[in-house]
């Protein structure tokens, strides 16, 4: 494997390793576990660049492809979707967006664009296998067709399950049956077999994970809420990333629960003064984490209690056969996944989600940021509105890029909210 | 560029193309005839037909603005959905008596959430269409066209029978090989045809019921088949992409002096270049193999590409194509990679390829001819 192909994602773990360094210092518990994730992702990127260089099977893929699976195979995994994500840290990710501009033009999602742009400049691993992902965005299913296509992965074997409308029982028992193609598909061209004991054990031990989850986000419930911005995208990552089915993210869980516990028992929040409890719906991006959100909490006292990431229905899977675990995971791949169980069907999934979150979490305002990406959701700003009006609490619309700070500047957006706080005597 | 060739077909077809409710839509309302609209081209129109019921392409024919539409959209979402979701919304669309999504892209299947709240069409409905195009995929668009077909029935009370379908099957197919010999004639070296004037009539063909334009497209055939066109154009062109419904677009382009000979648009050889097997056992399932796997595909099915760019070769070779010219709405993900692959794809064998972004209302028509100039420069004979 070329040095090229490994750059970036050594560029990664050196980030990640200087994040660990970061909240390794820092006196607060919450960055204490964020430092614990931060470590077991350099581990896991080394893994991968081990296996790059060894010629060792690893696999290419999306978030939110049942990685249960690839637990219970012990197949290791990688996705480049986080490069352009932690690539905030770094000084040559404007120019990777200035670069994929130049391929792809300006309007398609920018993490999905830049992603492209790294797999046409041959600068990330190419793995044995890939499962592709067809959801929940058209971007996503063409950014694949174009991995697939390219001249350095045309011979990498793809498999990608097709996303059903629905939830209903045909949608789960279809859908089911894609991932039993996508066991046969990674079987045939990993050398790697299920075993149905270690698939259990897999899915039980992310059961625990999926109930702590529950557990912390009802905490989260609390008034002052507990922790701030970064954990709910955290507390997915752990349960439907890396940390799948591993009892070092169970253990991760814990922590996090009896941190956010002991806060509420002594009433302390994130913020000291917390004024404004906020729904921010969408992804939590680290670039936004270093200016936006800490300066909502200090400026105006504006928590966000839920974001898209953080919140789940959490759906237990039934072990008891090996069909009710397929069954159990195709809803949970389709209907628990965050921004997939929105964004994937109609737009009732949106606004069900603002009516609970607004309801159980005491929220104050509900912020649909607008991502360029997020075109699907961006169509559904008027029935958002509406939902919001009914549930009595405002709506911002901001209209911005998660990724790319030059889409709307940060003061714009910060502007944006002053504006509407005020309007809304929020604050 | 103009032809000789006036003929009142012609006429009858450009008007359909230029306005949303046309005489042939009128005279079917007069007559008690019911009309459902459709959104894209994967919406199995025969469906619709085996019901007794007129299929409608959806369009934003004659759209203005989007004032109403922007209330409820986005400024990242295409001009095709806010101006025809604005239609909608004023309520242009009051002729259509159901209308009908497939889950298609982004946008479109948006309009559908918006529309069944806001517009006062009494069936909506929509299907989940598959992003690939196996065995399986087919399997489950079978049973998304069973829930349509009993979703229309119980909705007007009408039987759609297999009889029916097959019959609807027949016609749609007859009009798609008058469509194809339409096309063989543009291979010709002096076309009968202009590009503007085959995609009118290929637009009005979303638009009319089928034997009335089935009998109209026959005698243009006549008309024109022994004719000889236009010889003195720069280039020969294939235009290539997502929703085109606008003739006057393609007029920009043969003012240049390009002749536009062929296509890969969801209004053009995509919807015609295959037939549904009127020998298979069972009429859904042969409409089922036809929408999702058999007829020329868009980005929107993954898995297909090596397929489409074989479409797009033999286009080039069999239309004698010079250059290509791709053309995507502002803001659809879609072919803003697929143009990307396929001009790439296509370098090394020395196609040239000319990437046009543009708003679903013809408009920056100066830009335009001037970077049409540029690539006809570039490729002329």
Known sequence: ?427 | METAIKSKALQEFAEAAETLVNPAVRSWREQGGKVVGYFCSYMPEEVITAAGFLPFRMRATGSTGTELADAYLSSINCSFTRHCFNMGLRGEYDFIDGAVWPSTCDHVRRIYDNWKRKVNTPFVHIMSLPKKTDEPQVEWYRDEMVNLKEALEKHFGVEITDERLWEAIRLHNETRRLQRQLYELRKRGSPPISGAEALAVMVAGTAMPKERYNQLLRGLLDEISPSEGNADYRARLMIMGGILDDPAFIEVIEEQGGLVVTDSLCFGTRIMWKDVDEGASDPLTALAQYYVADRPSCPRMFGDYARRADFVRDMIRDFKVDGIIGERLIFCDQWAVEHYMLAKEFKPEGIPYLELDREYLLGGIGQMRTRIQAFLETIER
Not at chain 1, 278 to 288: E, G, I, K, N, Y
Not at chain 1, 305 to 331: H, R
Not at chain 1, 360 to 382: E, F, L, Q, R, T
């Open chain 1, 1 to 427: 494997m070329s040095e090229r192909r490994l750059q970036k994602l050594i560029g990664e773990r050196d980030v990640l390793d200087v994040m660990v360094k970061a909240f390794t210092q820092s006196p607060t518990a919450d960055d204490k576990l964020s430092a614990g994730l931060a470590e077991v992702e350099i581990e896991h990127h080394n893994e991968i660049i081990r296996c790059a260089e060894e010629g060792k099977p690893f696999i290419f893929s999306y978030f939110a492809c049942a990685p249960e699976i690839y637990a219970a195979m012990d197949l290791p995994w990688y996705s480049f979707l986080s490069l352009p994500f932690t690539g905030a840290l770094l000084p040559t990710l404007k120019d990777d967006i200035d670069a994929s501009k130049r391929l792809f033009g300006n309007d398609l999602c920018t993490i999905l664009r830049v992603s492209g742009y790294y797999i046409e400049e041959d600068l990330v691993p190419v793995p044995t296998a890939m499962i592709g992902l067809l959801h929940p965005c058209d971007g996503t299913t063409v950014l694949h067709q174009l991995i697939a296509s390219n001249e350095n992965w045309c011979n990498v074997p793809i498999f990608a399950c097709d996303p059903p409308y629905w939830e209903d029982e045909r949608s789960m028992n279809y859908y089911a049956g894609e991932l039993k193609r996508m066991v046969s598909f990674l079987e045939e061209h990993t050398g790697r077999k299920l075993d149905m004991g270690r698939f259990r054990e897999v899915i039980e031990e992310s059961n625990k994970q999926y109930e702590l989850w529950i557990e912390y986000n009802d905490l989260r419930r609390a008034v002052p809420c507990p922790h701030g911005y970064g954990l709910g995208l955290q507390a997915s990552g752990v349960a439907q990333s890396n940390l799948v089915g591993d009892p070092r993210g169970t253990a991760w869980f814990r922590d996090l629960v009896a941190d956010a516990e002991k806060l509420v028992r002594e009433k302390r929040g994130k913020v000291p003064n917390e004024r404004i409890r906020l729904f921010w719906f969408d992804v939590v991006s680290l670039d936004l984490s270093f200016d936006l959100f800490p300066w909502l909490e200090e400026e105006w006292g504006a928590v966000v209690v839920m974001d898209m990431f953080g919140y789940a229905p959490y759906t237990m899977i039934d072990t008891s056969s090996e069909e009710s675990m397929f069954q159990g995971l195709a809803k949970r791949a389709l209907c628990d996944m965050p921004m997939i169980r929105q964004a994937r069907g109609v737009a009732d999934n949106f606004l069900s989600d603002i009516v609970r979150v607004v309801k159980d979490y005491k929220i104050d305002c509900v912020v649909w940021p607008g991502h360029m990406g997020h075109k699907d959701g961006s169509a559904n700003i008027g029935m958002m509105r509406e939902t919001c009006r009914e549930l009595g609490v405002p709506f911002l619309h901001i209209g911005m890029d998660l990724f790319d700070k030059s889409y709307t500047t940060i003061d714009e957006i910060k502007d944006k909210f002053s504006q509407f706080f005020t309007a809304m005597g929020l604050g």
